[in-house]
């Protein structure tokens, strides 16, 4: 799977959008571009995922530049609770067997009043 | 609908000491993973388990064994604990109806080792 960089930590203020990084220059063509986010200690948090397209939940959006080399993730109206730790990961298509994901130390975002 | 539920939240062994970590998830998933997570640092896959009846190594799997009792439940065992091995343990599990491939993460389990 290829390798990602994310930027270490930014801060935001509540009620901006965050936008946060992700470089994948790397990636192959087949290959999902996936975002989680860590709160405190707890487990990781499944946000959004895309291949080429840009995509939008309830909780994100995620934007993928053409050529695929890096994506955005954004929070569009930022509040206290999205202070976290986000991953962003690179991972080959699912085929139905065992999800792998290799987490790096991915952005700390702090959320400010 | 819990999700995934391990067990126990918090422990603290001395060196040389065994323990088990459990893990169950109420989704009717196939695969289960543990990961552990040290500070400051991302978490590291250790054992997972692509189906019942199935585990395999992943990146720190040395002094660590794992049991998929069955579907429910995968359980992470240290059979000779060692103060390296302190760390932030996660439980997860992929796979439904709706496989998209998304991991879906217990609350963590807290060792230290003495």
């Known amino acids: 799977d290829a390798k990602t960089t994310q930027p270490t930590s930014m801060d935001c203020a509540e009620g901006r959008a965050a936008n946060l990084p992700c470089n994948h220059s790397?990636?192959?063509?087949?290959?999902?571009v996936y975002w989680y986010r860590q709160i405190h200690s707890q487990g990781p948090q499944y946000i959004i995922h895309?291949?080429?397209n840009n995509e939008t939940n309830e909780m994100a959006s995620l934007i993928i530049t053409e050529d695929r080399k890096s994506s955005t993730l954004i929070l569009p109206h930022a509040t206290l609770r999205d202070t976290a730790v986000y991953y962003c990961?690179?991972?080959?298509?699912?085929?139905?067997?065992?999800?792998?994901?290799?987490f790096g130390t991915g952005t700390r975002l702090q959320v400010t009043l | 609908n819990a999700g995934v539920t391990q067990t126990p939240k918090f422990q603290v062994l001395k060196t040389g000491q065994s323990m088990t970590l459990q893990c169950a998830q109420d989704m009717n998933h196939n695969s289960m993973y543990w990961y552990r997570q040290d500070p400051g640092m991302g978490l590291r896959l250790i054992y997972y388990s692509a189906s019942e009846g199935t585990t395999d190594k992943g990146e720190v799997p040395n002094g660590y064994n794992v049991s998929r009792l069955n579907k429910r439940e995968f359980s992470l065992r240290l059979e000779s604990a060692a103060p390296s091995q302190t760390s932030v343990y996660f439980c997860a599990s992929s796979g439904g109806s709706a496989n998209t491939g998304e991991l879906f993460f217990g609350e963590g389990s807290r060792l230290t080792v003495l």
């Open positions: 790397t990636i192959s063509g087949n290959e999902y």
């Open positions: 895309g291949l080429k």
């Open positions: 990961i690179v991972r080959s298509p699912f085929t139905g067997t065992a999800s792998k994901l290799t």
